[in-house]
């Protein structure tokens, strides 16, 4: 049910303020017919909610448990027509008339300015009301955000919901997909906030679509309530907004590295002979998928002992090759008597009913189904125990949640009347249905993490609310191999990283259909870039290993999954920025220059930890391409040549590169390739570093790579800073913390020397150059806990 939001009589607006008061950081206000709640969480956080008559439990599935406020400085002012709330960064100005808001920055600049402001209509069918807000949009406005929405990066001038849906083979501007993320960013002025819409209900969001001047939000029922985060900068919205909803722990290493999935991969010779063919070929991989022909009648925690007779001794002897097997789970449960987690379930009363007492009954793969009720603690409980088996008995890795939308063949998803405990408030499928998937996803979690430790757990999941992101990594669903699909997994997993989801990825090749060998290279190279690097696609729609592209396409595809080998220690350093800062793995250019209105527009090209600038070849044929590079200055990898940033340039890409750039002043830690990322040890470490005559600092982060070590201080953190003149150049390093790390030494690549070096001096030994010395790049090694090179 689609509700037009056009100001009709019926809605009502709030009136006049009678009442105020404040507790510490909460404020709160009321007229004959509305309320409002302002709580400061920081100086840049503050969240607003309303209700016509009273709150409802203040409960949230989104936010991180270990968030903590903090407003340093507070003042409020009652003033004649409006309250005024002042923190060290923001004015927010409340007016008396209609609880109107209106927030301006310390020097009276408006950063966000309501409309119409909150208003609301009675819910006559469903009880409870149908919630609006509504805002100015500003002059040259952007908006971005909102998840995984398969468009322009830029939302102006759009209209979404939020209701997750099974999409199978979506398309360019679809809406909704499989996620549901109410979260936004609004920039103009150079300046950027978020809005993040916490009411899990059907949620939508209108980006001047109807009247090219409002931007509103609203929701099928409860609350308005949401937080407003400023920045300025884009990139400090997505981090704080991380902060509130949380972020994962460190992934084990080998979940960065590349997975092989398919649409199934069974009996068990057919997973030895993919396994073999990639030793044998000599192309990295860590993870191989089994998709639902590994269990019994597509029962979940069973095996089907035909194709697969002793699961643990496979699961044992593929990980003496290297490979780490993760399995898939649904939520339905065959009704079957003879099934235990069927029996359990239903003995327990833990499946979703009806409203009259019947159990939710719908036909997935099993044939028909009930549902576990994944927002009942308990249920989630039970459901975390079911992995003992599968992971700590059998050695399974990792959990694939599909289908958690959820997802339900002819029907779609369940009737809105179905029931849920919601953490004991007993709710409809209404209120629930968006974070469903989300429950689900940690609920394996739990039970993941508890079976397989002292390892880290690894999950995956479709579907996901708001700080879905503290259980599992997203993949983006049922795409096509297509060139199109490419560029919708580029958009995705933009609009999802600043979404707070930056462990994320799509299926490479796309999932239905057969890319030809170019298509699979592009999408590949590409997908370096994503955090979570997998291969899947669909039974019946041929192979799309990397070996299936023919001979002219193999090595191309070695070389794309090679190089994220190499690069495991920067994604791995870049994934423990986004733990410990909630910083996103994946910039869109707006975010890394927003100063800057060309990169406001700007949609294939995007940043990759700080220091790697990416733009994937989207075209059939291109040898080259038109990119744009921020400010700043910026080094072709693969050519070492140097480019001035803000405006557009022309890259030579052919097949076998992409336009890849480093940032100037930065040290690239880059590994031997391995097979796998447990593979052996390494002797050498190698560090290219980019000289700047700019000081630029770079971080690299250590730990073993699985366990929990690292939280008793087993890490470390180097700083290196790089800077020049035309005579001379610095390397520094600090080194915190005491990880040891397996390899011995460095192997200095110095590039971009604007003179012709002399000689270099390490922790003071001069090592001079022959006088001929003709390059103006270098290469030595050093000693891993050097502490400053010098090269002259
Ligand atoms: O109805 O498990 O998106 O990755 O291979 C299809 C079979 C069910 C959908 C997932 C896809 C997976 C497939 N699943």
């Not at 890259?651 to 076998?656: E, I, N, R, W």
Request: glycine letters at 8%; one cysteine or more.
């Amino acid at each position: 049910m689609e509700i037009a939001e056009t100001v009709k009589p019926s809605k009502d607006y709030p009136k006049q303020v009678h009442k105020h008061s404040r507790q510490e950081n909460k404020f709160s206000f009321e007229s004959a017919n509305a309320k409002l709640e302002v709580t400061v969480h920081t100086d840049r956080i503050i969240r607003f909610r309303f209700t016509p008559e009273i709150f409802s439990k203040d409960f949230s599935y989104a936010l991180n448990p270990d968030f903590r406020s903090q407003a340093d400085e507070l003042n409020f002012h009652d003033n004649e027509v409006s309250y005024e709330i002042r923190t060290s960064e923001l004015f927010v100005k409340i007016l008396k008339e209609n609880l109107q808001i209106k927030i301006e920055d310390l020097y009276g600049n408006v950063i966000n300015e309501d409309k119409g402001g909150y208003h609301f209509e009675e819910n006559k069918a469903f009880g409870g009301h149908y919630v609006y807000c509504s805002k100015k949009i500003q002059p040259y406005e952007c908006f971005y955000g909102l998840g995984d929405k398969p468009c322009d990066l830029n939302l102006r001038g759009k209209r979404f919901l939020n209701w997750g849906t099974d999409t199978y083979g979506f398309a360019r501007e679809q809406d909704p997909l499989y996620r549901n993320i109410p979260f936004y960013y609004g920039l103009h002025h150079g300046k950027g906030y978020g809005i993040f819409f916490d009411n899990t209900f059907e949620t939508f969001f209108d980006f001047g679509k109807e009247n090219s001047e409002v931007m509103s939000f609203w929701a099928q029922g409860g609350e308005i309530n949401y937080y407003f985060i400023y920045g300025p900068e884009l990139l400090s919205v997505a981090e704080q907004y991380v902060q509130l909803t949380g972020t994962p722990e460190l992934p084990p290493l080998w979940a960065l590295g590349y997975h092989q999935s398919k649409w199934s991969y069974y009996p068990e010779a057919k997973v030895w002979e993919l396994a073999h063919n990639f030793r044998k070929k000599n192309i990295p991989c860590d993870v191989i998928h089994l998709d639902i022909d590994y269990m019994n009648g597509f029962r979940c925690f069973t095996w089907d002992h035909e194709r697969f007779p002793d699961p643990a001794h496979m699961i044992s002897e593929l990980r003496k090759f290297g490979f780490k097997i993760i399995v898939i789970v649904d939520p339905g449960i065959k009704i079957d008597p003879e099934y235990f987690v069927y029996k359990e379930a239903l003995e327990k009363g833990f499946f979703c009913k009806r409203p009259d007492g019947d159990l939710m009954k719908g036909k997935v793969w099993p044939g028909d189904c009930n549902f576990p009720d994944f927002t009942n603690p308990e249920v989630r409980k039970w459901w975390s125990e079911l992995f003992e088996e599968l992971v700590k008995k059998q050695g399974v890795k990792g959990i694939w949640n599909d289908m958690n939308e959820p997802a339900v063949f002819e029907i779609g998803t369940f009737p809105e009347d179905v029931r849920h405990n919601y953490e004991g408030q007993d709710v409809s499928h209404r209120r629930a249905h968006n974070v469903y998937g989300m429950q689900m996803a940690r609920a394996s979690y739990e039970g993941t993490k508890r079976y397989a430790f002292p390892d880290r757990p690894f999950i995956l999941s479709r579907s996901g609310y708001c700080g879905v992101q503290r259980y599992a990594a997203i993949w983006t669903g049922d795409n096509r191999a297509t060139w199109e699909h490419l560029w919708i997994a580029n958009m995705q997993c933009q609009r999802l990283s600043v979404s707070g989801i930056s462990f994320c990825g799509s299926d490479i090749g796309g999932f239905i259909g057969e890319p030809d060998g170019e298509l699979f290279v592009r999408f590949i190279q590409m997908a370096i870039f994503h955090p979570f690097f997998r291969g899947h696609s669909s039974s019946d729609q041929g192979d799309k290993e990397p070996w299936a592209f023919g001979a002219a396409y193999e090595p191309l595809i070695k070389k794309a999954i090679e190089l994220r080998y190499q690069l495991l220690s920067y994604i791995y350093t870049t994934f423990w920025q986004y733990v410990t800062q909630g910083t996103p793995m994946i910039r869109s250019l707006a975010f890394m220059d927003q100063r800057d209105s060309h990169t406001h527009m700007r949609m294939e090209e995007f940043g990759f930890g700080d220091k790697l600038l990416v733009c994937p070849i989207s075209q059939q044929g291109a040898t080259w391409r038109r990119m744009y590079l921020p400010h700043g200055s910026w080094v072709n990898f693969h050519t070492d040549k140097l480019h001035k940033g803000g405006h557009e340039i022309r890259v030579d890409a052919p097949l076998d590169i992409f336009p890849l750039f480093v940032k100037s002043g930065s040290v690239i830690p880059m590994r031997p390739v391995l097979q796998f990322t447990g593979e052996k040890h390494f002797e050498q470490l190698t560090l290219h570093v980019y000289f700047s005559m700019k000081r630029n600092h770079t971080v690299l982060y250590e730990d073993a790579g699985d366990g929990y070590d690292y939280k008793e201080g087993k890490c470390s953190v180097k700083k290196f800073s790089v800077f020049g003149n035309r005579k001379q150049m610095r390397v520094l390093q600090k080194t915190e913390g005491n990880f040891e790390t397996d390899y011995k030494e460095y192997l200095m690549e110095i590039h971009c020397l604007p003179f012709r070096p002399k000689g270099f001096i390490i922790d003071g030994v001069d090592y001079k150059l022959p006088v001929r010395y003709m390059y103006r790049k270098l290469s030595f090694i050093a000693p891993k806990f050097f502490k400053k090179i010098e090269i002259y």
